[in-house]
Nanobody, 124 residues
Framework: QPQLVESGGGLAQPGGSHRLSCRVS????????VGWFRQAPGKEREGVSC????????NYADSVKGRFTISRDNAEKTVYLQMNNLKSEDTAIYYC?????????????????WGQGTQVTVSS
């Protein structure tokens, strides 16, 4: 059973940076997609970014383009989300998700496996 574990959540200042990690285990091939999603209080979960682990192609939500960067270390089976120029509206629980079908989608219905989430709070 694939498992995903997020880490790196915490408090960040507006305009600051923060990096999240998602360690993936249980996938036998490096042919899958990992996505980052977030859910703010009172809002629906939204897709932030995703990456195909075998070739590094990426996709970003308009709200984070130019500020967030997704990357992967296949040897460590870890996907990162580097968040720069953080805004208060980036405050949310961040989840990583994975699916073997390799679709570069920001829809949560495209993912079969989910982590438990990590809280990111942007506040001065």
């Amino acid at each position: 059973q694939p498992q995903l574990v997020e880490s790196g959540g915490g408090l960040a200042q507006p305009g600051g940076s923060h990096r999240l990690s998602c360690r993936v285990s249980g996938f036998n091939e490096d042919l899958y997609t990992v996505g980052w999603f977030r859910q703010a209080p009172g809002k629906e979960r939204e897709g932030v970014s995703c990456i195909r682990t075998h070739n590094g192609t990426t996709n970003y939500a308009d709200s984070v383009k130019g500020r967030f960067t997704i990357s992967r270390d296949n040897a460590e089976k870890t996907v990162y989300l580097q968040m720069n120029n953080l805004k208060s509206e980036d405050t949310a629980i961040y989840y990583c998700a994975a699916d073997w079908r390799g679709r570069l989608s920001l829809l949560d219905s495209a993912y079969s496996y989910w982590g438990q989430g990590t809280q990111v709070t942007v506040s001065s």
